[in-house]
């Protein structure tokens, strides 16, 4: 029995000291980077939403007038430090991609039907603004500021030379992905700015084998990537869902993934993979949680290396600078 007792103790100290994030190399110059999920964006009460939820008539009263999805929202992002703006696209009847969130125009615009059933004239002359209300409909706050801001795809990449998009899919349909890899051979100067896809499972896994060092992760892949790690990564085994690609940990959660930060961290950059760190999950949330209060943003660890997914760019950009700021005085002393 003492035996035994010893040979689990041996066993467990070993698993121990191989995962351990204080024995693992921190990474060289660490830098947070940031995703801003919509750009600049209205937020709303997640309190009991589904995937069917009209979110613009939920949103909290407004701070600002930004609109997700539009150039001027992406413009702001960047300039509050964004790194990667999270955008979404839908396919219209004229070979476009429309960049919007929702399946249909209902929720948050002038118009009616499936977006994607639609040509990107009709689009461009809706009001993206015309559905936000703070207030169960008494008040249409930002009704008439979104008149033809629905961009295209493509407008939004010549728009920015310099930016990094991350490309949501909202459906399955695999040809989504031929698309892209299309507009980007007749475009090869956009290349650089679509930093990654993700969503449906069949246009990611298109895209990503068309286009030349393109990462992406469906939704299925990102599933399969965390479980089959937690069950196998205390060997140290990454799993092939987990090979480049982007790696999305919930903030809640990252305590509990095998040499959480500085060994996870090496495991992912040995087989290509960067890793993206979410907000709090929450279980009936369809949505993706973001780092969106200085009080998550103190939660990630100094030595993280990867991105960081926010809905709140405007507060948690200006804060992450201030932190910069902040250690490097403290480095100066």
């Given at each position: 029995?003492?035996?035994?007792?010893?040979?689990?103790?041996?066993?467990?100290?070993?698993?121990?000291?191989?995962?351990?994030?204080?024995?693992?190399?921190?990474?060289?110059?660490?830098?947070?980077?940031?995703?801003?999920?919509?750009?600049?964006?209205?937020?709303?009460?997640?309190?009991?939403?589904?995937?069917?939820?009209?979110?613009?008539?939920?949103?909290?009263?407004?701070?600002?007038?930004?609109?997700?999805?539009?150039?001027?929202?992406?413009?702001?992002?960047?300039?509050?430090?964004?790194?990667?703006?999270?955008?979404?696209?839908?396919?219209?009847?004229?070979?476009?991609?429309?960049?919007?969130?929702?399946?249909?125009?209902?929720?948050?615009?002038?118009?009616?039907?499936?977006?994607?059933?639609?040509?990107?004239?009709?689009?461009?002359?809706?009001?993206?603004?015309?559905?936000?209300?703070?207030?169960?409909?008494?008040?249409?706050?930002?009704?008439?500021?979104?008149?033809?801001?629905?961009p295209?795809?493509?407008?939004?990449?010549?728009?920015?030379?310099?930016?990094?998009?991350?490309i949501?899919?909202?459906?399955r349909?695999?040809?989504?992905?031929?698309m892209?890899?299309?507009?980007?051979?007749?475009?090869?100067?956009?290349?650089?700015?679509?930093w990654?896809?993700?969503g449906?499972?069949?246009?990611?896994?298109r895209?990503?084998?068309?286009?030349?060092?393109l990462k992406?992760?469906?939704?299925?892949?990102m599933?399969?990537?965390?479980i089959?790690?937690?069950?196998?990564?205390?060997?140290?085994?990454?799993?092939?869902?987990?090979?480049k690609?982007?790696?999305?940990?919930?903030?809640?959660?990252?305590?509990a993934?095998?040499?959480?930060?500085?060994?996870?961290?090496?495991?992912?950059?040995?087989?290509?993979?960067?890793?993206?760190?979410?907000?709090?999950?929450?279980?009936g949330?369809?949505?993706?949680?973001?780092i969106?209060?200085?009080?998550?943003?103190?939660?990630?660890?100094?030595?993280?290396?990867?991105?960081?997914?926010?809905?709140?760019?405007?507060?948690?950009?200006?804060?992450?600078?201030?932190?910069?700021?902040?250690s490097?005085?403290k480095?100066?002393?």
């Amino acid at each position: 029995m003492k035996r035994i007792a010893l040979a689990i103790l041996a066993f467990v100290a070993t698993l121990y000291l191989w995962n351990a994030s204080w024995l693992a190399s921190a990474p060289e110059n660490p830098r947070i980077r940031l995703i801003a999920h919509r750009g600049v964006h209205q937020t709303f009460d997640r309190t009991n939403i589904d995937a069917n939820t009209c979110t613009a008539k939920r949103i909290l009263p407004p701070a600002h007038d930004f609109i997700e999805n539009t150039i001027p929202s992406m413009r702001a992002a960047f300039e509050a430090g964004a790194g990667v703006v999270e955008i979404d696209v839908h396919p219209t009847t004229d070979g476009k991609f429309a960049v919007i969130h929702d399946w249909t125009l209902d929720c948050r615009t002038d118009g009616k039907g499936v977006t994607r059933d639609h040509d990107m004239a009709l689009l461009k002359t809706l009001d993206v603004g015309y559905g936000y209300t703070a207030d169960g409909g008494k008040t249409y706050p930002l009704r008439g500021r979104g008149v033809g801001m629905l961009p295209p795809l493509d407008e939004v990449l010549a728009t920015f030379p310099e930016g990094r998009f991350l490309i949501n899919y909202k459906s399955r349909e695999e040809r989504e992905g031929d698309m892209l890899a299309d507009l980007l051979a007749k475009h090869p100067e956009w290349r650089e700015r679509v930093w990654g896809v993700y969503g449906g499972d069949e246009p990611t896994a298109r895209a990503v084998s068309l286009i030349d060092d393109l990462k992406g992760m469906g939704k299925a892949a990102m599933k399969e990537c965390l479980i089959r790690y937690l069950a196998l990564g205390w060997s140290g085994y990454v799993p092939d869902a987990c090979r480049k690609t982007y790696v999305m940990v919930p903030l809640n959660f990252a305590w509990a993934v095998w040499g959480w930060p500085d060994r996870f961290h090496a495991r992912m950059a040995s087989v290509g993979s960067e890793i993206i760190l979410i907000g709090p999950y929450s279980k009936g949330d369809p949505g993706t949680a973001g780092i969106d209060t200085i009080e998550d943003l103190a939660r990630v660890p100094e030595s993280f290396d990867g991105y960081i997914w926010t809905n709140r760019i405007e507060v948690i950009g200006p804060a992450l600078q201030s932190r910069r700021q902040e250690s490097t005085s403290k480095d100066s002393v």
